[in-house]
């Protein structure tokens, strides 16, 4: 059973930084791309970044580009987020995701993702 849980969520001002982190067990994930999306009230959650696993493909949304970046950590089972420049609209519950993928195409719709963390809040104040 594919576990995944996040941790690092938080409070911020605007303008400031915040790393998200989710640690993943009970599979093996070479073929697997795994991504954060997002949650905001009364909307849809939306894709943020997304990576595979073995080759290291990432993608974005445009909303973030170039203030968020994606990694991961094979050996401890890691994927990353780390947030800059964060917005008020970047306040959302954040999601960890994992899903089957060819190794070159990082999917950005939720029917691309099997398994589920639970969130993490974050709330960018102005």
């Known amino acids: 059973q594919v576990l995944l849980v996040e941790s690092g969520g938080g409070l911020v001002q605007a303008g400031g930084s915040l790393g998200l982190s989710c640690v993943a067990s009970g599979g093996t994930f070479d073929s697997y791309s795994m991504a954060w999306f997002r949650q905001a009230p009364g909307k849809e959650r939306e894709f943020v970044a997304g990576i595979h696993w073995s080759t290291g493909v990432a993608r974005y949304a445009d909303s973030v580009k170039g203030r968020f970046a994606i990694s991961r950590d094979n050996a401890k089972n890691m994927v990353y987020l780390q947030m800059n420049s964060l917005k008020p609209e970047d306040t959302a519950v954040y999601y960890c995701?994992?899903?089957?993928?060819?190794?070159?195409?990082?999917?950005?719709?939720?029917?691309?993702?099997?398994?589920w963390g639970q969130g993490t809040q974050v709330t960018v104040s102005s």
């Open positions: 995701a994992a899903g089957w993928s060819s190794p070159w195409l990082v999917q950005s719709t939720k029917d691309g993702y099997s398994y």
